[in-house]
């Protein structure tokens, strides 16, 4: 049964988000048994699993009580252009978004990485900062990879404090664990399908898109954002390649800033109660969907 891929976004949002996400494979498997392509984003508190149809979602209250939550995820177009480059990464960034504010009414404890006043002033001063660059000269592939640089900050100070890292490794171990048949607690904290293997490739994109857009005479908010869409639709392209060839050197080169990032930043080794919260939103992703099988699938 073809599972399809999964993808889970610009500006210092994609920023944040693309370094604590693991997007499923963009590979395409037909007529062959395999296990659920499974992608996350790790919370402040806790851990959301996406599946081929369903979402599930586990966190650590104040109060230290474990609670969970899943539901089905929207479609938006991911299954109907999975084999349309380009489209399908777009398709699924929108998937993704969709789904966060479903598991924010389903599980209102839930701490999303961006909610933190600290983080949404950074967010804000990063917007603020790569205008005032913008405005400082012409647009030049300088300028705008320090652009691009800026925007990456706020994720970065999101991961030096509270448990967020923490349960970024969760994310890896628990989906790493059931890819590789292993205990999650002895799996990697790094994942070759993490989200900061986008990180690279989505700013070198959107820092030669905007300098074309500029140099053809395209300017404002739709360019910037038609580029912004262009350059997530490439990187998930090279994603995807990459994960297709990942025995390749070209592959290799390709993934190693954000094992980089995961490895320094990125993320943390977990506690046994973060490991704990993890095994409970993949148990409930796993039920979530065998419960969605229609009758006499075999996976």
Known sequence: MNRGAQFTVDGSVWAQLSTVLCPPSTAHSEGTAEKLRLGGMALRNGLLVHGPTHWAAAVRTGAGELKVASGKKPDLGGRASERVPGLRGVAKLAEAFAVIPLVKIALPEAKLPMQDPRTLGAMGAAALGGQA??????????????????????????????????????????IGAYEQDEETAEATKEHERCGSNLVAPMMATATVGNVAARRVGLRGPLAEGVVALGSVAVAVEVFGWSERH??????????????????????????????????????????????????????
Do not use: C, N, W
Not at 140 to 151: C, D, K, N
Not at 253 to 268: H, K, M, N
Not at 281 to 291: C, K, Q, S
């Open 246 to 299: 990942s025995e390749s050197a070209l592959a290799r080169a390709l993934r190693r800033p954000g094992y980089e990032i995961q490895r320094a930043v990125g993320t943390r080794e977990p506690s046994e109660e973060q490991l704990e919260v993890g095994r409970a939103a993949l148990e409930e992703i796993l039920r979530v969907e065998a419960a969605a099988e229609p009758p006499g699938t075999v996976d």
């Open 133 to 174: 660059l913008r405005r400082a000269g012409p647009r030049t592939l300088a300028r705008e990879a320090a652009v691009a640089l800026v925007s990456l900050t706020p994720a970065l100070l999101a991961l030096r404090g509270g448990e967020l890292a923490s349960y970024h490794g969760v994310e890896h171990k628990a």
